[in-house]
C-alpha cells in the first residue's frame, strides 16, 4: 500500500480520524525520548555516576538538537496546509529544505564539539560526572543530522496526513538502539565493554539507522508525486526557491527559538540549581524528567495530530472547523494526562525502584525521587493544555507570539523563582518540583488566552505559495 492510501482526507476533524493520526506520532515522537531513557536503564547497573552521566548527558545533548527540531517542525504547518490546498508540488519543497537544514545543522555541530567539555566544565558537576557526561554529548552531537532529518521528513509525511513512516523510522530506532546498547555498554558479542560512551554511540547509530527508513520512504513518495505532476501537465523540475527556505526559517525560526529557549531555561535550571543539591538529587531530577517525557508522549501525539487537522483545515479554507478539532483533542489529552498524574501520585516508589542504582532502593535514591515524582503528578493537566494549544498555534503560523510568551515565562518568571526557592531558600527537591508545576500552569494560561483571542487567523502561512510565488 502506498504512504498515499495511508494519508487521511483533509478537513475530517472527528475523534477516529484523530487517534488514527496520533497513535503513529506516539510512537515516532517518543523515540529520542525512548533512546535517553533506554540509556538511563541500562547505564543504572554501572553506578550512579554513571547513571547521573548517562541522564544529564541526553539532556544536554538534546540541548543541541532542539533548535533545529523546533525549526523544522514548522515543515509540518506548511505541508498541512498546502496539502488542503491541495498543492503537493509545492508541499514537495518544503521537505527539502527541512533537509538542507539538517545537513547544515550537522556541519555546526561538528564544528563546536571542542567547545563542550570547557562549557560543561562551568556547572558543578562532580568531576567524573562531568568526564562522562562530556564524553556522551561528544558522540551524540554525530547524530544529530539524522536527528533533525528525521524530524523534517517525518513532520512533512504527518502534514500530509501520514504519520506512520515516521513511526516505523522510531521503531526501528528504539529496537537498534536498545540492541546496541547491550553490545556497546556491557560489551557483548565481542565489543568492548564502553559504559556511558557505549550508550552514546549506540543512540548516534541508531538514529542514523532510523533516519535511512524515512529517506526511503520519502524517496518513494517523491516519485508518486512526479508522476502525478507528469499526468497533469510537462514535467517540472524540483524548482527550490530561496525565499521559501527563508520563508520556512521565518515561521520556525521562532518556533525553534521557543523550543530552544525554554529547554535553556530547563538546563540552567538542571544545571546551575539541582545540580548544586548534589548528585542523588540530579539523577532522581533527570530520571523523573526522562518518565515523563514518555507518559507525556500521548499527549504530544494527540497535539501533534490536532495541529496536523488544524492546518489541513486552514489550509482548505474551513478555519471555522479549528475550534471544534481543538476542543476535542484538549480534551482527550486530559484525560490521559490526568490518570497519568494519578498514577505518579499513588505509585512513586515501583516507578523509581526502575531506575534505582545498586543498594539505593532502601536509602536517599528512594525517598527523594518517589517524592519529587509524586509532586509532578500536580503538573500533568496543566502540560496537556499547554501543549495542545500551543501546537494548534504553531499550525495556523502563531510561532512569533508563542515565542515570546514563552520566553518571558521561562526566563523572567521560571528562572529567578527557582533560583530564588531552591537555592536562596534552601527549598530543596520539592521546591525544585512546585517550580515547574507553577512553570507549566503560567505557560498554559498565556496560551489559552492567544487562542481564545483569535489573533491565528490573522496570520496566512502560505499566501505566497497560492499566489504562485
Known sequence: MSNAANALPAGRADLRTLLALAWPVVLARSSQSVVGICDAAMSAPLGE??????TSGAI?????????????????SFAAQLYGAGDLPAARRYAWYGLLL????????????AAVGPVMGRFAYEPRVHALMTDYIVIRLWSIGAVV??????????GLGDTRVQMRASVVTMVANVALNWVLIYGKLGAPALGVEGAALASTLASWIGFAVVAVAFRAREREIERQAVAAGPRQALGLRAHEFLRMLRFGLPNGLNWFMEFAAFLLFINAV???????????????????SISFMPAFGLASAGAILVGQ???????GEVGRVVRRTLAVALVWQVGVGFVYFTLPGPLMRIFAPPGAVAGDWMRIGALMLAISGAWQAFDAIGITLGEALRAAGDTAWCMWARLAIAWLVFVPGAYLLVTVRGGGPPAVMWCVVFYLACLAAALGWRFRSGAWRRIHLIEEERRGA
Open 102 to 113: 539538517a545537513a547544515l545543522t550537522m556541519v555546526g555541530a561538528v564544528a563546536v564539539t
Open 60 to 76: 544536554n545533548a538534546f540541548a543541541f538538537m532542539v533548535l533545529p527540531m523546533g525549526t523544522v517542525f514548522i515543515v509540518q
Open 149 to 158: 532529518g528525521t524530524e523534517a521528513l517525518g513532520n512533512w509525511f504527518a
Open 49 to 54: 555516576t554513571a547513571l547521573a552521566a548517562a
Open 274 to 292: 539541582v545540580a548544586g543539591l548534589g548528585t542523588t538529587v540530579i539523577a532522581a531530577f533527570n530520571v523523573i524528567l526522562q518518565i515523563n
Open 313 to 319: 483545515a486552514i489550509g482548505g479554507g474551513m478555519a
